[in-house]
């Protein structure tokens, strides 16, 4: 065999090899690892992610919604104040995932409210045990971003920490956040009267069922920090976590049903 035909058949192995492993990270690390959601049919642990700051109080009314639907619940806590790296607060999610599939549950849903939102999208980009996941809720959470956030980094940057940061519009880790990863079931909930979240529908996913409260119930006025403690908003939150496929309610006497 010549030296050139040596050479490039060399070249062709190297390529191919080179290209297989580009394959194999992206199937582990990236959407091809998980290619189904968890079975619609058995719903698991419900995972409350709390938004910037880490306050859970909201949450745990939510909590206590739930439990009054027979379902289990735990609200994770996200580390140190809450205002840290998005992606260190997605790391906590997973250990409270892997946590609930050891204690038996066959899957679990998870509901982000605000940026626990946000964290819930890098958690599904990031992590293997997304294939546990069944559903998927966020409120008010600012997936394209927040001006406040702008604002704060603009005019007060040390007042700004890395959660900030990150939830600043245009950005490059969220813009790597567009769209679902996984076709897992979403909804995403947005209020008009949000004030945090600029605009309100930065709530908006590609591939989630997207809504305003205000779409269903025209005139509700609902603030973003009443987000989970408001019984619409609750009732939306329960329809969602169901075993039908998830659907805007026609309009605000089914969703008063609910509630």
Same mark, same amino acid.
Not at 4 to 10: E, G, V
Not at 104 to 124: E, F, I, N
Not at 213 to 221: A, D, R, Y
């Given at each position: 065999?010549? &030296?050139? $035909?040596?050479?490039?058949?060399?070249?062709?192995?190297?390529?191919?090899v080179? #290209?297989?492993a580009v394959?194999?990270?992206?199937f582990f690390?990236?959407n @091809?690892?998980?290619?189904?959601?968890?079975a619609?049919? +058995?719903?698991? $642990?419900?995972l409350?992610?709390?938004?910037?700051?880490?306050g859970?109080?909201?949450?745990t009314?939510?909590?206590?919604r739930?439990?009054?639907?027979? /379902?289990?619940?735990a609200?994770v806590?996200p580390?140190?104040?809450?205002t @840290?790296?998005?992606r260190?607060?997605a790391d906590?999610l +997973? %250990?409270?995932? /892997?946590?609930a599939? !050891? +204690?038996?549950? &066959?899957s679990?849903?998870?509901?982000?409210?605000?940026?626990?939102g946000?964290?819930t999208?890098?958690?599904? !980009? $990031?992590?293997e045990?997304a294939?546990?996941?069944? /559903?998927? =809720?966020?409120?008010g959470?600012?997936?394209h971003?927040?001006?406040l956030a702008?604002?704060?980094?603009a005019l007060?940057?040390?007042? *700004?920490?890395?959660? *900030?940061?990150q #939830?600043?519009?245009?950005?490059?880790?969220?813009? !790597?956040?567009?769209?679902l990863?996984?076709?897992v079931?979403w909804l995403?909930v947005?209020?008009?009267?949000?004030?945090?979240?600029q &605009?309100?529908?930065?709530a /908006? #996913?590609?591939g989630a069922? %997207? =809504?305003?409260?205000?779409?269903?119930c025209?005139g509700v006025?609902?603030?973003?920090?009443?987000l989970?403690? !408001?019984?619409?908003?609750?009732a939306?939150?329960?329809?969602a976590?169901?075993?039908? &496929?998830i659907?805007?309610?026609k309009d *605000?006497d089914?969703? $008063?049903?609910?509630?």
């Amino acid at each position: 065999m010549s &030296p050139r $035909r040596r050479f490039l058949m060399i070249s062709a192995v190297v390529a191919v090899v080179a #290209l297989a492993a580009v394959i194999g990270i992206q199937f582990f690390r990236g959407n @091809g690892h998980r290619q189904t959601p968890a079975a619609q049919g +058995e719903p698991g $642990r419900v995972l409350l992610v709390p938004g910037y700051g880490g306050g859970t109080g909201a949450l745990t009314q939510l909590a206590t919604r739930l439990t009054a639907a027979g /379902r289990a619940v735990a609200v994770v806590t996200p580390p140190g104040d809450g205002t @840290g790296d998005l992606r260190a607060q997605a790391d906590t999610l +997973e %250990n409270a995932v /892997r946590k609930a599939l !050891d +204690e038996g549950a &066959p899957s679990v849903d998870v509901v982000g409210y605000s940026a626990g939102g946000v964290v819930t999208r890098v958690w599904l !980009d $990031r992590h293997e045990r997304a294939t546990s996941t069944r /559903r998927v =809720v966020s409120l008010g959470s600012p997936l394209h971003g927040t001006k406040l956030a702008a604002a704060g980094s603009a005019l007060a940057p040390g007042s *700004c920490p890395t959660a *900030c940061q990150q #939830l600043v519009p245009g950005n490059d880790f969220l813009d !790597d956040l567009d769209d679902l990863p996984v076709p897992v079931p979403w909804l995403s909930v947005w209020t008009e009267n949000d004030e945090t979240v600029q &605009p309100p529908d930065s709530a /908006r #996913l590609d591939g989630a069922v %997207n =809504v305003s409260l205000q779409s269903v119930c025209p005139g509700v006025k609902v603030a973003h920090s009443q987000l989970p403690t !408001d019984p619409l908003v609750q009732a939306l939150v329960l329809l969602a976590l169901g075993t039908d &496929p998830i659907a805007v309610p026609k309009d *605000c006497d089914a969703l $008063r049903g609910v509630a």
